[in-house]
């Protein structure tokens, strides 16, 4: 009944922007929000969240705190909140994260690596009386 539109990597505010027909060849590095409509060379090591776009080819290990990506990723994802994989998404590389969510027709191959943040271990732990640190 409300089924969940996917045009896209997420929208909001994104700090910076690498535009459609722009090519970066080196490392990126940002304290904030980084949205991708062109092609990177290089590792993007992010303090916010990634948005890879569709069209977007990234060369790249990514790391950042949430990342949603529609294009191509080649390289390791290290996300340390929640990794969408959209419909059109193209990953080759090891991912790991706390969350993820894949749509169908994503294509990943690589190792996958999901893992409770230490807060959410913790609070699910407690609520089903076992010991968080088993």
Partial sequence: ??????TGPKGGPF???????????????SKGSLRIEGSVEGDI??????????GAS???????????????VNGDIQCSGRL????????????????LVVAEGAFLSGKTSVTQSQKRGLASGKANGE???K
């Fill in 45 to 54: 090591d992010c303090q916010g969240d990634v948005s890879i776009g569709d």
């Fill in 84 to 99: 969408e994989l959209l419909s059109s998404a193209r990953v080759c590389g090891d991912i790991s994260s706390t969350m």
């Fill in 58 to 72: 990234v060369n790249a290990g990514v790391k950042a705190h949430d990342v949603t990506i529609a294009g191509s």
């Fill in 1 to 6: 009944m409300f089924a969940r539109s996917e």
């Fill in 15 to 29: 700090e910076s922007l690498v535009g459609k027909g722009m090519e970066i060849i080196g490392s990126i590095k």
């Fill in 131 to 133: 010991n968080p640190a």
